[in-house]
């Protein structure tokens, strides 16, 4: 079955500045204010007659190496001195951002998270690809999200491990099946796009397929 | 008894492995569930250090050298493997194969206590140097498998290996594997020990999912994995026969207060079998001993199949606790156990049953025919799915 | 009870405070909420994770302990009711 791309969204820096202030994001991780601006601008992209009758059965599948590491990272750390802190857990798990972005967009349908370091992206794209073609979800939402753990990079970089270039960053493309779900078709999804960054960065795939698609 | 059509293509579980507080195998926790006595201690469930050892042991016995250098992840996992591919007799893996594994921590005891002692002592030298990437942990896993197929792995919280499970059948569905193995690991660790304490989830005691009196969820640790394969076979014990997925778009940690999400993910299991609600004999619960949970779910089911003849409904909870990413597949385990004794089991713990609710629980286990057994995971983040698990028998003979 | 006032203004400032930063308030004004201020609704419209990250921020402060659910919910209401307890139970 003809699995289509539908619509893109990459998060700017000037998007993610403007949500870390609004109140609703006050509980939010660094992952989730990056992801809720890459799939804030595909959503802006959709006519709105078209999200009125899709938007709540839309299924999601997020990439993403580190995951919320970053958070785990500091409940972890302030066990010792801060106790046991519910916000840093309930944001903790890998599929908080996933979580998060189901509630902010009111998205009902199936969601999962997929992680495979640098792959993540790809897999998170083949991923969604298999739920269309095996009818399990009309249209996904893939989401490529990634952050490396705060003081990681330094601490690589001493081990001489290659890091990842950025410190965070998130994309979002639209998949569809052969009818384009009732939107216009940017391009037949044939595979996701390759990724050579050695480590740690899982959102490149889908930056790169939403950049590709940015510039058709 | 009804028959699944040719077109829900079901997918036959040929083999299955299991590591639990009850034991190694699928045997010992089928006898823990039936005897129904909790196996919590202070209300949490760890492998004992002769259950570590005997894993070590026994995988190196059957040919895992290195076996005493894995980490208890590794160890839980691949032990699990080796049980379910020996039962299905599997002798190695292809690249044609496929690997789902389900998780929420993977490796996580080899970083958690070197970021709680840089907390206490400001130095993160070290810190790093075993990194806690799932992706890492994974990495190692294929390594000792030798496998290089197709790989997934699935981080989802409580839903992450009831997932695993249904995008392995998924796979084999579309032909992008010939077989698949398909479960989940987790192992107990002060992150979601501490983590799950200040949500104030957790019971001290046995927990009693489900009762009106249920204090709260025993945390656990353990393994459980299935080989799949797509075509009818005799070696088939069940079969994986409807998979349907939602999220509940409503709180990071609390669940839809209506059971909205849990219905959904229920009826695409039942719709994705093409299977209708009167036809499965039992529910199979998430079923974690919290108050919210325990109603959310019920109510859910309420609203599916009605409270007149409605499917038997229980928790196993209350005997091996409540392994996070791992329960899918561990309680899968049992679900297909019960769909091959006959038996519908009752609800651990639960003495008085919770007066919102109006749900048919077995008041002890009996024998009948279990034909559709349909599974339940809710996990955080408003992540639910469901896995309809099927007897043999419910297959039409046509196409064999 | 006179030479209490002024310890008790400065308690209920200082928890504030710390409420608002436990939570992360900071599109709110804390001048704008006294003591009869309700932590949810009609108040400061917080669920019940934000009540539980206020639990752990007031026991680690004042080295108190809250004993159960049922005292939770009495002392978790408003910002006057955690100021009560504080100042009975504190060490």
């Known amino acids: 079955m003809k699995v289509t791309c539908l619509a893109y969204g990459i998060a700017r820096e000037t998007s993610v500045a403007a949500l870390a202030t609004q109140p609703e994001f006050r509980k939010a991780t660094r992952n989730m204010i990056y992801a809720c601006a890459a799939v804030g601008e595909l959503m802006g992209s959709l006519p709105n007659a078209w999200l009125e009758q899709n938007l709540s059965q839309m299924a999601v599948v997020v990439g993403t190496s580190e995951g919320e590491l970053n958070t785990t990272f500091h409940f972890l750390k302030g066990l010792p001195s801060a106790g046991a802190r519910p916000f840093l857990f309930q944001s903790s798990l890998h599929n908080a951002t996933l979580g998060f972005v189901t509630q902010k967009f009111k998205l009902r349908g199936p969601g999962l998270t997929v992680s495979d370091s640098h792959q993540s992206g790809e897999t998170a794209l083949e991923t969604a690809a298999t739920l269309i073609r095996s009818g399990v979800a009309g249209h996904v939402l893939v989401l490529g999200v990634d952050g490396i753990v705060e003081g990681a990079e330094e601490e690589f970089a001493k081990r001489s491990m290659t890091a990842a270039k950025l410190s965070a960053g998130s994309a979002a493309v639209l998949l569809g099946g052969p009818d384009g779900s009732g939107l216009p078709i940017l391009a037949d999804f044939v595979g996701a796009p390759e990724t050579t960054e050695p480590l740690h960065y899982g959102a490149q795939a889908v930056e790169r397929l939403a950049e590709a698609l940015r510039q058709s | ?400 | 009870m006179e030479s209490s006032q002024p310890s008790r203004a400065s308690l209920s400032k200082e928890l504030k405070e710390l409420i608002f930063d436990a939570v992360n308030l900071k599109h709110l004004n804390p001048d704008e909420f006294s003591d009869a201020t309700s932590l949810t609704t009609n108040g400061l419209e917080l669920d019940s994770i934000d009540i539980l990250e206020i639990v752990v921020a007031v026991e680690k402060k004042y080295q108190v302990t809250i004993s159960d659910g049922d005292e939770g919910h009495r002392v978790f209401q408003t910002l006057g009711t955690i100021a009560d307890f504080v100042e009975t139970h504190r060490k």
Not at chain 2, 48 to 74: I, P, Y
Not at chain 2, 124 to 129: K, N, R
Not at chain 2, 214 to 223: A, C, D, F, V, Y
Not at chain 2, 373 to 379: A, D, E, Y
């Open chain 2, 1 to 400: 008894m009804s028959k699944l059509t040719e077109n829900s293509q079901p997918v036959a579980i040929t083999g299955l492995g299991a590591v639990s507080k009850a034991g190694i195998g699928a045997l010992p926790l089928w006898e823990a569930t039936l005897l129904g006595a909790s196996l919590a201690s202070e209300g949490l469930l760890s492998l004992s250090e002769g259950q570590r050892h005997s894993l070590v042991t026994d995988l190196k016995q059957r040919g895992f050298d290195g076996a005493e250098s894995l980490s208890l992840f590794e160890a839980l996992t691949l032990h699990s493997i080796v049980q379910a591919m020996t039962a299905a007799g599997w002798d190695q893996l292809t690249s044609d194969d496929g690997l789902v594994l389900g998780t929420t921590t993977g490796n996580i005891l080899l970083w958690e206590g070197d970021v709680i002692r840089s907390g206490e002592t400001g130095n993160t030298d070290g810190v790093f140097a075993n990194y806690q990437s799932l992706a890492e942990a994974f990495k190692a896993l294929r390594g000792l498998l030798k496998f290089s197929g197709p790989s997934l792995l699935v981080a989802t919280a409580c839903s992450s290996s009831t997932q695993a499970m249904g995008l392995g059948a998924s796979w084999i569905r579309e032909g992008k594997v010939k077989r698949c193995l398909v479960g989940g690991a987790e192992v107990l660790s002060r992150l979601t020990v501490e983590g799950f304490r200040c949500l104030q989830l957790l019971s001290p005691v046995p927990s009693t999912p489900f009762d009106q009196n249920r204090k709260g969820i025993n945390l656990s640790e353990g393994s459980a994995f299935f080989c799949l394969e797509p075509k009818r076979s005799s070696r088939a014990v069940a079969y994986l026969s409807g998979f349907g997925m939602s999220s509940d778009a409503y709180h990071l940690t609390a669940p839809h207060p209506e059971g909205q999400g849990c219905f959904e993910s229920m009826k695409g299991a039942l719709e994705s079998a093409g299977i209708s609600p009167s036809e499965v004999t039992a529910i199979h619960a998430h079923g974690t001993g919290s108050t919210a949970n325990d109603l959310t779910e019920g109510l859910a089911v309420q609203r599916l199949f009605g409270t007149e003849n409605a499917p038997w409904v229980f928790s196993t909870k209350g005997v091996h606790g409540h392994a996070l990413g791992a329960s899918g597949a561990l309680e899968s385990v049992l679900s297909v156990s019960a769909l091959q004794k006959g038996l519908v089991l009752c609800t651990a713990g639960l003495t008085q049953a919770d007066s919102r609710l109006s749900l048919r629980h077995a008041t002890q286990t009996f024998s009948t025919p279990v034909t559709h057994v349909l599974k339940n995971s809710l996990g955080f983040g408003g992540a639910n799915a469901s896995l309809l698990l099927s007897h043999p028998n419910s297959l039409s003979e046509e196409g064999t």
